[in-house]
């Protein structure tokens, strides 16, 4: 028998819940970030990157944020284990990207705060939030009848 969304979060521990909760929060403002950037500025909107390799992945944020939230909101492991990398590669995508910084006023970096306290939030719980995830067996049903 296949649970439905409702039941899915339902049968889910109430940390987990508080967990996938947080991901779909924390990437649905990140899809609103890129989304605006590109509304505004198009597909150059991250030019101030000299990397093409990092402006590419910065606008696929726009298909890869909205996938994690479609997956994470279903339950289903790949949304936990898809947020894990993509926020392991956005932290690091940044950090790069944003590394002259370092050296040319550091408190620029402070900026960066949010997304860093979130991607260390989702790679540390991925784990056990996947393993909770499989854990987790729909309530059996009693057929029989006369």
Known sequence: MRLGVRERWGVQPVWVRWALGVYVVGFLVGTRAHVLDLARDGVHAYAVFSQVPLQVFFVGLVVLDPLVVVLVAFVRREGVRLAGVVMVLDVCANAWGNRHWLRDDPAQLLRLTPL???????????????????????????????
């Not at 260390?120 to 057929?143: D, E, G, K, Q, Y």
């Open 116 to 146: 860093v306290l979130f991607g260390v939030f989702v790679v540390a719980s991925a784990l056990p939030v996947s393993r909770a995830i499989a854990r987790v067996r729909p309530p059996t049903t009693v057929s029989g009848g006369p």
